[in-house]
């Protein structure tokens, strides 16, 4: 963890909080909101120009920026779909993607540096879990992607490196701060989050109360497929998870969306689709609406799953679709920059060994995969 213990973490902090902590400073109560509006635009603490010069260098002293640095860029020639590494104080790396489709610009964030849920298709997951990312550090994902892009981010989806709900409460304190109209001011209702599953998670969460959207990595339909790919299924099985989501849309009424990659020989069969439709009207009846996001497999060097090819994927979302679910294929993004989710950091680790900083431009398609 980064040594937050004589300096205060700033950007972790609500505008109500900084009012409180610039009176402790004798500094009027607007202080806060014109440091918190500094922070969103992408100021350091230097940078505060409303603020006096001394009180600038009292933060300097007193108070730790924990807003990422980027530390390598890849930008895709074909679709602009940017791979940011970005770097914290402690020169930990997490990945954040910024993604760009006609309503608007959307950034995948990370929340933890590494993960260990142990799914077995997933790069993340490969050096278990370091830390757990600080509220201010997931937001300074946003922060920093925003500020070199040069645009407003208009969506987040919580589908980066780590396991959100295994860093509950920095990740609801994150949502605070990212909804705040002084800031950013992201609606909640243009923020998803997705999780593996945990059931006992989902309940704090349903309480809450927010209106995000929630997607659950689901990838099987029985516990013993489930359980080959997912390890937390065995904590928590299909219908503790199943239960656990019907009881949380049946609170927030927000729709339902399960997310499911599709492993060649391993789920991807027309039988597997019929049962992944029959599971979910069992826990989701009539017209509940469910939503099925159907993901190809991103292949890990490390790993030795395969994805479908393209007509496979295809016809398993045409089954689910025959079978009156509602179901896409996800559209790939930045192809020429497809490591997935994960992979950059792990790169990175393999190949340099130490944080250094680049930008460049993927224009050979070096990297592309076929799958
Ligand atoms: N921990 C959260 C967020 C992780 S990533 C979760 O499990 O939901 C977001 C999605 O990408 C998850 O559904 C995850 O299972 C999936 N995923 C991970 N690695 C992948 C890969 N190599 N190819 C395709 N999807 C992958």
């Known amino acids: 963890m980064p040594d937050t213990t004589e300096k205060t973490d700033l950007c972790s902090l609500t505008v109500p909080e900084l009012e409180a902590y610039f009176a402790s400073l004798g500094e009027p109560k607007y202080r806060a909101k014109q440091f918190f509006s500094a922070i969103a635009r992408g100021e350091r603490f230097s940078g505060i120009t409303t603020f006096p010069l001394s009180l600038r260098a009292r933060l300097e002293e007193t108070a730790q920026y ?6 390598e860029k890849q930008v895709s020639a074909l679709d602009g779909t940017t791979k940011y590494l970005m770097r914290m104080a402690d020169g930990e790396e997490v990945e954040s993607v910024l993604m760009l489709y006609e309503h608007g610009a959307s950034l995948c964030v990370s929340s933890q540096v590494g993960c260990r849920m142990g799914c077995r298709f997933c790069a993340s997951t490969i050096g278990g879990r370091i830390r757990d990312l600080l509220p201010s550090e997931i937001y300074g994902q946003v922060i920093a992607a925003g500020r070199d892009a040069g645009r407003r981010i208009d969506g987040i989806v919580m589908m980066g490196i780590g396991e959100p709900l295994d860093n509950l409460a920095n990740v609801l304190r994150f949502l605070t701060l990212v909804s705040a109209p002084e800031g950013l001011n992201i609606g909640l209702r243009h923020i998803s989050l997705s999780t593996c599953g945990l059931a006992d998670r989902i309940e704090e969460l349903k309480r809450a109360d927010l209106p995000i959207t929630l997607s659950i990595s689901l990838h099987a339909s029985t516990d013993e497929r489930r359980s080959a790919v997912m390890p937390v299924n065995d904590r928590y ?13 049946a609170a927030t009424g927000r729709r339902i969306s399960f997310e499911y990659t599709l492993l060649r020989g391993e789920n991807d069969s027309e039988e597997d689709a019929r049962r992944l439709a029959r599971l979910l009207r069992r826990y989701f009846p009539g017209s509940t609406p469910v939503h099925i996001n159907l993901i190809r497999l991103n292949p890990v060097r490390e790993r030795d799953y395969r994805s479908p090819d393209d007509a496979a994927a295809k016809a398993f979302c045409e089954a689910l679709c025959r079978m009156g679910m509602n179901a896409t294929l996800r559209r790939r993004l930045g192809p020429d920059i497809n490591a997935a989710c994960g992979q950059l950091r792990r790169s990175r680790i393999k190949e340099t060994g130490s944080p250094h900083t680049t930008e460049r431009t993927v ?6 995969r076929n799958d």
């Not at 199943?242 to 949380?248: I, P, V």
């Not at 224009?363 to 592309?368: E, K, M, S």
């Open 66 to 71: 924990l807003v990422p640095e980027i530390a």
């Open 237 to 249: 099985p299909l219908d503790t998870l199943l239960s656990a989501c019907r009881d949380y849309f």
């Open 363 to 368: 224009t050979d398609y070096a990297n592309i």
